[in-house]
């Protein structure tokens, strides 16, 4: 809109491509003394350089009879009309779609927002630009993804850990949770982290990713908030529908798998009422297939020696350790095995949403949304008896014949046994996660200065996992292992012994047999006021959570049997085909599931274990203030937001103790202060500052007080965790400078700091105990007066987690850089009109860290694409490097790494009608591989987990109505 005076006389350039209307009219705007700017409303305002970039309202009252005659003039030059006004004038509707149009928006989101804010857009009703949230978001700067079974699960932001990132949907904090698809993790997600790939990307339109913090929004995200948005009616101008259907085939499996989706929007009774109804549908099977080693150690780390009275030795091993014998310095591989973990998935997404507006100032809306991931896996290893050293028996023990000493002197290059016993593990498990969300949204404009906004909503997250694992152990045989020509993965032999003839296996054992459940309740109730002027916005409000997470498990029976009997020839054809430098794996015999349930070996029955199941319940209450305003200084617009924010959080952690119910409390109170400047230096470049005081609640397992242990003779409690403890706190400072170039392009540096002023740590304290667990310890049967240990009267020593003051502190810089090659036709006036439809988007990102676990220095993105409107292709690369995973780590090793891989991603699209597309995509098109690595006394790099899930490729049509 612009009054209509404004617009008379003016003569501005056609502008061709594809633009979102913002951009189109800053382009045809520049050298008039015209701006544009969007109102909180969505409106586009024209108004003059000189004059104050938010129209006075009253003002455009008063000019509306001109702003239609404007608004067709202003349209009619973009569609390439003379420059002249009508007051007739057709309205003509600007319609900008595919990728190029979602950098546009996401660039104007991030442009217009007073604090720091990365967005995702939707290119199209239901498709999102990766079919995987976490990959889509992974592609903004200062955001590093974790992989399982081949597709994206959790994010790391800013260097920070998953559980460090809090994830709203549709306004409200939920819960989402599976269990580990693959090597990678095995257990069921009962912390704060969000598991992203519980959630098909079709549900959802938007993705922002706030990265400093406002105090009107709810503290927990000490790196930072993820806010998911789902569709709703009043998104679409009347009827909207689309539906997709695509055929997904992995390079690996050789197995085609279908995704559906389906979305239907409509509105009623003059606009006052919108439906919309979507649905997503999808399966899809996935091999993980590689060699692993379950670490690497020496005898001397594990407290014992080789039998090498007679083994041949090949190179000189190094001293280093200090052992008498300098072979049992030497590293080698634990349980080395051949992997296959096999994964079918059934993934059912469903949201409805229903809008209301009886009156124009009035907004009532209700969104539910459903979700269900089902992962049935069979997984199946190979291994070796290496993890104990010593004369053969029993199961374990080995006869080393020859050891080839690597060059560096510290590990195992070859070596060959004779006596080694087969522990050949084959796992089935089932996994259901159902997510469950109803939330409902109020606005009412009470005048035109005075707002009030409510939420209530329930999210529920239920995550089920069954395991069954027996190993079936052989008769005593030859077994070698060789890296000299792969480190990866090494040639393997077992002389004539064959590991495919089940009458070898002699003896099983029940590794595990067990049910584990976790269950999530949030429960979110927000009330906001806002008062808001010209230039002066004040909101306050408060919000208030209930957050209730349950784990329980059940123990299924362990049975002797004779493994002989039950066990079937290895199920997957081309196992292991595609391993690097030529290297083959080896096939097995394996479990045979549906004998050992037909005969009653197992039951699906399982006993709860009563003393392993714990509940925390989490309760918050907050109240703010947010005052946003806005200055002109010396010509340029200051944009400023700060606040306040209280939290009082009260803790809840129970437990059933020596069949006692125990139940433990604790409250703190946190202020936490914020403020965002953001400096529009000029038309085109936005200098950004910002301070917060941030904080994240201490991860769930350090609440928990399940399955203490009590030493009375020592007066001692270990293995239990800390209600008590305060949150993490850190104080942050942002700086940015973004230059917004025309025709769509951005460059911006950023500078973060995050420097933590509270944090826990592990220590031995001596406290005494809370009443709450006398009851239990008195019930003890291993409890007796006589060790004088009454804990009403003294204390004990306990090592617990504890709060410190300081801790990590983080720091870094992100580089973003998006053009699109419209620029190009300009400077080179020759070049052909396609040349303009290039463009890229692209990112850098550096961090370091005191504490650098799950930390990648450096990551990037970089896409390159091609998009014409009709016709496209884009080609995405992600690469971060290499990053710690735990230190020290497990088996005497100082540290364990995983490989930072590069991934390469493709879509293109080829528009068959104006409503119907065909769609080609690929996900990991280059097969890249997984590994984590071993570093032994910090110097090696030993591969602990290597493996390979495929390319897949997705090929359907989608219309659009």
Known sequence: MARGDLLRSVVTPAVQGNYEAIAALELMLKGTGLTVSRTADGVLMISPLETNRREDQE???????????ALALVLGIIAGAPAHAQDNETLETVTVTGFRATLQEARDIKRKAVNEVESIVAEDIGKMPDLNLAESIQRLPGVAMTREGGEGRNITLRGFSPDFTRTTLNGMEVPASSDGLDSGGVTVNAGRTFDFHVFAAELF??????????????????????????????????????????????TMTGIADPRLTVMVSDTFFHDKLGILLSAAVSRRTVHQEGWGSVRWTSPFANGDSWDDAKTKVTGTPSTYCGAKDALNCVYSPNLPRADFFGNKQKRLGLTASVQYRPVESVEISFDALHSELDNDRQNYNSMEWLLTHGPAGNFTGQTPLSFTIDPNGKQLQAASFDNVTSWYES????????????????????????????????????????????????????????????????AVSYGSYDPNRGSNYIDAITG????????????????????????LTIQAGFDYNDREVRYAEGQGNSAAFNPSKYTKAFPIKGFGDDMPGGAKLWTWAVADFDALYRDGIYTNVYTPSIDKGWTVDERTLAGFIEIANEFEIGGM???????????????????????????????????????????????????????????????????????????????????????????????????????????????????????????????????MVDPAYWPAMYADPQYDPSFNADPAKVPYTFTIPVNREGGNHVQGVEVIFNQPFTFLTDWVPSLPGWVSNFGVASNYTYVSAQDSTGLSPNSYNFTFYYDSGDYGVRLSVNKRDNYLLSEPGGNGNAQEYKYGPTHMDLAAFYNLTDHLTLRLEGINITNELERIYDTGDGTMNTTREFSKTGAEWFLGVRYRY
């Open 205 to 250: 339109n938007r993705v922002d990713v706030q990265k400093t913090q406002r105090a009107s929004m709810e503290e927990g995200g000490m790196a930072g908030t993820v806010d998911l948005y789902s569709a709703k009616p009043f998104d679409f101008s009347g009827t909207a529908a689309s539906i997709s259907a695509e055929e997904g085939y992995n």
């Open 637 to 767: 617009r200051l944009r400023t937001d700060t606040g306040m924010r209280y939290v009082q959080t009260n803790v809840k952690s129970s437990a059933v103790l020596a069949g006692t119910p125990v139940t433990v409390s604790h409250s703190y109170d946190s202020y936490l202060p914020s403020m965002n400047l953001a400096l529009d230096v000029t038309d085109d470049v936005v200098a950004r500052f910002a301070f917060a005081r941030s904080m994240a609640r201490p991860g769930l397992n350090s609440l928990n007080i399940a399955g203490p242990t009590f030493g009375y003779t020592t007066r001692s409690v270990g293995n239990i965790g800390n209600p008590d403890l305060k949150p993490y706190e850190s104080n942050d400072i942002d700086l940015s400078v973004e230059w917004y170039m025309g025709k769509g392009g951005l460059f911006a540096v950023g500078l973060f700091n995050k420097e933590m002023v509270s944090s826990l740590t592990t220590q031995v304290v001596q406290k």
């Open 427 to 490: 796992r089935l498990q089932t996994s259901v996660s159902q997510f469950n969300q109803y939330v409902m949204n109020a606005k009412w404009n009470a005048t035109d200065k005075v707002t009030f906004e409510s939420l209530i909503g329930l999210a529920t997250d239920n995550a089920n996992r069954t395991e069954l694992r027996p190993y079936y152990r052989s008769i005593p045989h030859p077994f070698s292992f060789d890296f000299t020509n792969n480190s990866y993965v090494p």
């Open 59 to 69: 003002g455009m009252s008063h000019g509306l009879r001109n702003s239609t005659s």
């Open 512 to 535: 595990a047999h067990r049910n584990n459940n976790v269950g999530k309740e949030n429960f979110t109730a927000k009330q906001d006021v806002t008062y808001k002027t010209d230039t």
